[in-house]
């Protein structure tokens, strides 16, 4: 069952059905590496890459003090869809039986734009003021899909085989258990995200697509 949603932590509450993927508990990562040289080379073509797709499915389980319009369920499964082009980006969350639950678009020029399960739009001026109130950095998203730390972590530990293990950035902890081969590059493929304030989303990514 779905209910209205306000904008605040909307990309969670959208998210609010039955079923839940399997979630790693494992301190093991598994799946391919690459040696030290191989990963600064990668690293340094993602963070150029500007044009691309993802697609995957995120499962989500929020703090029990979290309800929306009367439903005190707080876990559900649904699929996405991450599409990048330059500094504009568009995040669609779908669900089998219900369709779209939410679409965010961010443009360069009209800043960021949130439509929710039942067709409302939702603007904000600007990034910085969507994140104030939805929480979720969907900006973020991706290099944290990536395994790519930006600079500005306050904490981030890689494996013995050099892979990504954690890292903690933006009020998330950021958790990586399997790595995958996705074209050319060895990129995370299960990975959890956790905030004290909303709750806990895997995220298992399926395929990216770059612009050649």
């Not at 797709?53 to 996405?80: E, K, Q």
């Not at 960021?112 to 603007?123: C, F, N, R, S």
């Amino acid at each position: 069952m779905f209910y209205r949603i306000s904008p605040v932590l909307a990309v969670c509450s959208a998210l609010l059905l039955s079923g839940c993927l399997a979630t790693g508990g494992s301190d093991v990562i598994t799946g391919p590496t690459l040696t030290e040289q191989q990963w600064n080379e990668q690293r340094t073509r993602l963070v150029d890459a500007d044009n691309y797709l993802i697609r995957g499915t995120l499962d989500l389980n929020l703090l029990p003090r979290h309800t929306y319009a009367g439903n005190t369920s707080t876990r559900g499964s649904a699929s996405f869809v991450y599409s990048r082009d330059g500094l504009n980006y568009v995040f669609v969350v779908t669900h089998h039986l219900a369709g779209v639950l939410l679409k965010i678009r961010r443009s360069e020029a009209a800043g960021v734009e949130l439509t929710d399960a039942d067709g409302v739009k939702h603007t904000f001026r600007s990034e910085k003021e969507f994140l104030d109130t939805v929480r979720i950095p969907t900006g973020r998203l991706p290099y944290w899909m990536m395994g790519i730390l930006l600079g500005d972590e306050s904490a981030s530990r890689r494996d013995q085989e050099g892979r990504l293990a954690m890292a903690e950035s933006a009020g998330w902890r950021i958790s990586y258990f399997e790595y995958g081969l996705f074209g050319s590059y060895v990129l995370p493929r299960r990975m959890k995200l956790e905030n004290s304030d909303v709750g806990t989303i895997m995220v298992a990514t399926d395929s990216w697509e770059f612009a050649k």
